[in-house]
């Protein structure tokens, strides 16, 4: 199997892994949790059930199509990226997180309108898995471009 191969088959089994995992936990804390309880964990950590209708952290509250068809054009964009160097070290996994993560909000969108949000640290707006991934996902692949960035180099 070449490297190219190997980078889009192990991104797409984390991909498919981050979405049947954010899935099965949403739906055992939609079937635990009413609507509004908070369930304290340890520390500042707690559950609770709650619905987001926008983006990230509820913000561009409305959802709808437009969500949804953002959500697709994000898909198209990590792909593209992606394409471009797949066995770039390391690409594999950001891309995976980042795919998972947009396709298991993208389910909620599309079955109920509405993400299932219910991680709940301290002040923070409540999150789940798939946002976790999204984040780690962005962060791990800025991380990959910086590292394989070129140095100045300086006239002199």
């Known amino acids: 199997m070449s490297a190219v191969t190997r980078a889009w088959a192990l991104a797409g089994i984390l991909c498919a892994a981050v979405v049947a995992v954010d899935q099965a936990v949403k739906a055992r804390v939609e079937d635990k949790i009413s ?3 908070e369930v304290d964990v340890i520390g500042p950590l707690s559950l609770t059930l709650t619905h987001n209708k926008g983006v990230a952290f509820g913000l561009a509250g409305g959802g709808g199509l437009g969500l949804v068809l953002v959500t697709v054009a994000a898909l198209a964009l990590i792909a593209f990226v992606f394409s471009r160097d797949p066995a770039k070290p390391g690409m594999w996994v950001a891309v995976g997180l980042l795919a998972g993560g947009a396709l298991g909000n993208l389910v909620d969108r599309l079955v109920a309108g509405e993400v299932t949000d219910y991680i709940h640290v301290g002040s923070w707006p409540a999150f789940n898995l798939a946002d976790v991934a ?3 996902g962005v962060v791990l692949m800025v991380l990959i471009y910086l590292r394989d960035a070129e140095p ?5």
Request: proline share 0%; no cysteine; charged share 20%.
């Open 134 to 136: 999204i984040t780690v």
């Open 35 to 37: 609507l509004g309880e």
């Open 152 to 156: 100045a180099t300086s006239d002199g």
